[in-house]
């Protein structure tokens, strides 16, 4: 199996061939597609991989940014929660937008204590059997199997020096969880923690964990701009809109249960790449982050608000969520849109964005399952029924615009877990 993937970081005709080369390194699309080669299970209910947990990334400096110190000849202590109970794990390095490759050396998991500290010895990570890997520019580095019971309870802590000095580092920068850089010199291996001094609020290198589990999982991808990377969430409390449906199926159990990713990025657009600012466009994430990732059947995107508070006319939203919907058809993927939620300030709110985000809500009730196989109305679960420009009250974390934790626990209440492919090896 290939441990380096590169990331084709294009549409149409080259899009497509990257799919087909991250899903031969992750094991293809649909954990029970069927036989072997888009599944990656020699029989369809057999042991795999799963994709489990996700950031998505931006192009951010190595160097000082604010109150984050620099990258280079530090550790880094990513904390994360695997949204499914696996065996083994594997990780999955970015160097989606350095144009040199990424070392990385002394990289490990564990389950996370009290803050830096590790709650037992760090378990070493390897690549290809070696104790320190490269990433390659604008590619991933995906590890051995790790053995490491996890259950969706538990987070982990994925630890790792960067003896270089990159120019840049893929950085997802609204985590909503707390992680650790440390003082200069390789302590990746320390329990303890306390030499990570220096606390952020971002995910660095980490882009993904799988886990194996002993029947065939499939997972759902949630796409979208900061309301589904949850900002407005408490921090450290795993309560976005992606944490309560992982738990609400999970709750459901048997053949319901399916792994939830979040593929959110504060600020994003579906139609426009800005990736040093608000990341790639959901679309043009589509073929590398959702359609190659393992064990992924399902997205739910939600998008479309920060396009119309960019300009957008609402047509134009609507044809590129049809294109979305096609470009994920064609890589085997069931869709579901939803409706965008409303805004009461800053540039979301200004009258003609108001008219238009009402345009593409009624085409998305009307026509959206013309062409996606499902749609959940968010804005229907969370409006103010006195005033549909604005959010229930105790739905609004403050700003008008994202959602409290209470106001994400609707969102996914709106999502109608029937219509998900769920993991039907599980029954």
Partial sequence: MYR?????????GLALLGVLVVNLAHGGVGAQAGAEGTSGHSTECAPGWVAAWNASPL???????????????????????????????????SNR?????????????????????????????????????????HGVLVSD??????????????????????????????AMQTSYISDPGDVAASVDGVRFTHTVNSWLVLEGLDVHTDKAMNSVVMMGDSITDGMGSSPDADRRLTDD????????????????????????????DYP??????????????VAGRSGVT??????????????????AVTTGMVRFTERAHQAGLR????????????????????????????????????????????????????????????FDAGDGVHLSDVGYRALAGAVDLSALSGSRCLA
């Fill in 97 to 137: 937008y350095g144009d040199e490759p990424l070392d990385l050396w002394s990289v490990s998991v564990a389950k996370a204590g009290s803050g830096a500290a590790l709650a037992d010895n760090p378990r070493p990570v390897t690549f290809d059997q070696l104790s320190t890997g490269q990433a390659p520019p």
């Fill in 335 to 394: 869709v579901f849109l939803t409706t965008i939620t409303p805004a009461s300030t800053g540039r979301h709110s200004s009258p003609a964005v108001v008219a238009a985000r009402g345009e593409v809500n009624q085409w998305i009730r009307t026509h959206g399952k013309e062409h996606a196989d499902g749609v959940f109305d968010f804005a229907a679960a969370v409006t103010d029924v006195s005033n549909p420009n604005r959010l229930v009250y105790g």
């Fill in 59 to 93: 192009s951010a400096p190595a160097g000082a940014v604010g109150s984050r110190p620099g990258v280079s000849e530090r550790s880094l202590r990513m904390l994360v929660r695997p949204s499914i109970a696996g065996s083994e794990v594997r990780v999955v390095l």
């Fill in 298 to 315: 399902d997205v739910i995107l939600h998008a479309g608000t920060n396009d119309l508070a960019a300009g957008a006319k609402s047509e």
């Fill in 4 to 12: 380096i993937v590169l990331a084709l970081l294009t549409v149409c």
């Fill in 245 to 272: 449906l992982a738990d609400k199926l999970a709750a459901m159990g048997g053949d319901k249960q399916m792994a939830v990713l979040n593929a959110g990025i504060a600020g994003n657009q579906l139609l426009a």
């Fill in 145 to 174: 199997p790790v053995p490491l019971p996890v259950l969706p309870t538990d987070t982990l802590a994925v630890s790792m020096y960067l003896p270089g000095h990159p120019g840049v580092v893929s950085e997802h920068p609204w």
């Fill in 276 to 289: 040093a600012q608000v990341g790639e466009s959901a679309f043009s994430r589509l073929s590398w982050e």
